[in-house]
């Protein structure tokens, strides 16, 4: 099980589409399949979602 960090009420923490792959790989112990300097609006845009939560549902199988 991946461990994946949200604020006390449940949600993941806000992230700018500017954040760089390496950074969210490594809190959320997640692997995008993506370079590690690649911006987060661009792995958004490839798997379809609107934020970083439905991208991490995703990726877990969940529904988004």
Do not use: P
């Not at 949200?6 to 995008?32: A, F, H, N, P, S």
């Not at 590690?36 to 991208?55: E, M, N, P, W, Y």
Request: charged share 35%.
């Amino acid at each position: 099980m991946t461990k994946r960090e949200r604020t006390r009420g449940g949600r993941y923490q806000m992230k700018r589409e500017d954040t760089l792959v390496k950074t969210i790989e490594k809190k959320y112990g997640v692997d995008l399949n993506v370079r590690s300097d690649a911006q987060l609006h661009t792995v958004l845009r490839k798997h379809g979602a609107a934020s970083l939560s439905q991208l991490l549902k995703k990726l877990h199988g969940q529904e988004a």
